[in-house]
């Protein structure tokens, strides 16, 4: 049964409290005063300003599951418990999903809720302790009593290291193998200062199917190189990965290419630099020099888009029918979930904002690029995109529905839809 959206006596208690609270915070931070502190005045208010946010933190920590339980965080218009609060707390949402994570670990261990609820942890060291929890369920204890000392950052993290490397001595083969299984991953992201960088995790027998055929080819690319050479052998494995993957056999190999799409201006081509809102940008990676951008021109792995202003001036490698038309203009429009706030450039799906049922037209100023998250809330959780690109707004419904109401009207949807196609298909003889 969902939770209705009201609060009780005791909860709008304690709002009131958190609010009273939040005001009095905000007068002090706002006061004129804190500028004309004296150095030993400044340490003082600068530590339990620090003590406040820590217990701040903790709050959120032990009601974010609550949250994410009932589902209410769509209430607000956001897509994702992360969504929401990576908006409450002003961080990315991939920091955001950590915390949850924690969150929820923290809320099954007794003595770690516990220590929530006295203020102790930070979000850093809620996350170490949760994490290192759940590979040593028997390493809580000892890691509070750290915290508890006001041991380092750096002390703490070297206990916790040392009791995931007991736990690993005694923890079943079968069941390790299991754990790194379920917390496999592949992450990436585009580097502020340039380039890509990522990290994994897999299991060992996993990563041997690929090892060996990466690391021949590194080793032959190293070889051929020659002792004159200056690059490192992690170079040659980098460039090992990215012709293993692109090509599908290394040096000589064949297979086909992976095609990427570089969306650019013609102005910015023709400078050899961007100006203003200009793009340069390979689709799902992020912007890239006009300088590599020319250097991509030549490559034949690649699909073009070149803009002038605000309409496409030629797509080239692809058909030019008029859906796949307007599909490169949203592409070139909406370069991230137009959803206010969201900023998602992943996953990102065409919606029509009067929909199509309802008789809207399949045109540029009736379609938009939601992230699928997004795109769900709108679709099963009646909230809808008004206004137009550079201005939309995300209205709310009248009543809006929780997490798990929206997953229950997708479930449906789905079954109708595939009951749906089994009733078109012909019977067989």
């Known amino acids: 049964m969902d939770m209705p959206h009201v609060e009780s006596g005791a909860g709008s208690s304690l709002r009131g409290q958190v609010q009273e ?29 620090g003590e406040a946010a820590q217990v701040a933190n903790a709050g959120v920590a032990l009601v ?16 994702s418990a992360a969504d929401w609060l990576g908006s409450v707390c002003g961080s990315s949402t991939s920091v955001a999903k950590g915390r949850l994570v924690a969150s929820a670990r923290a809320a099954q261990i007794p003595e770690v809720a516990k220590a929530l609820q006295e203020g102790q942890l930070s979000p850093d060291q809620l996350k170490l302790v949760t994490e290192t929890a759940a590979v040593a369920p028997e390493s809580s204890g000892p890691l509070l009593a750290l915290v508890a000392e006001g041991a380092s950052h750096g002390a ?47 299991d060992e027998v996993a990563w041997s199917k690929v090892n060996g055929r990466l690391e021949a080819e590194t080793q032959a690319r190293w070889k051929a190189a020659g002792s004159g050479d200056s690059t490192s052998l992690e170079a040659h494995r980098m460039d090992a990965f990215i012709d293993l993957m692109s090509s599908g056999g290394g040096k000589g190999g064949g297979g086909g290419r992976n095609r ?22 390979i689709e799902g990676v992020g912007p890239v020099s006009v300088q590599a951008a020319r250097e991509f021109l030549g490559d034949a792995s690649l699909q073009f888009v070149i803009k002038d202003g605000q309409d496409i001036k030629c797509v080239t ?25 969201c900023g998602n450039t992943k996953r990102l799906e065409i919606d029509h904002q ?19 998250d997004c795109h769900d809330l709108k679709t099963y959780g009646d909230w809808d995109l008004q206004g137009k690109p550079g201005h939309f707004e995300w209205v709310a419904p009248a009543n809006p529905p929780t997490a798990g109401q929206i997953a229950r009207r997708r479930k449906v949807a789905a079954a109708k839809a595939k009951g749906g196609r089994k009733q078109n298909q012909p019977r067989r003889a």
């Open 21 to 49: 609270a939040v005001d009095i915070l905000r007068g002090v931070v706002g006061s004129p005063g804190l500028g004309v502190l004296s150095g030993d005045e400044a340490y003082g208010v600068a530590n339990l300003l």
């Open 64 to 79: 974010a599951p609550v949250v994410v339980a009932a589902g209410n965080f769509t209430r607000g218009g956001h897509a």
């Open 156 to 202: 703490l993290a070297g206990e916790a290291n040392r009791q995931r490397a007991a736990a690993r001595k005694i923890e079943d083969e079968r069941q390790m193998r299991q754990r790194v299984h379920n917390g496999r991953h592949l992450r990436w992201r585009q580097d502020p200062n340039g380039g890509i960088r990522g990290d994994f995790w897999c």
């Open 260 to 281: 990427a799409l570089l969306v650019a201006d013609v102005a910015a081509l023709h400078r050899g630099t961007t100006e203003g809102d200009e793009l340069c940008e």
């Open 317 to 341: 490698g692809t058909t030019r029918t008029i859906p796949q038309r307007l599909k490169m203009a949203l592409l070139v429009r909406d370069r991230q979930c137009v959803r206010p706030s």
């Open 354 to 372: 009067v929909p199509f049922k309802d008789g809207g037209p399949t045109e540029l100023n009736n379609l938009a690029r939601l992230c699928s």
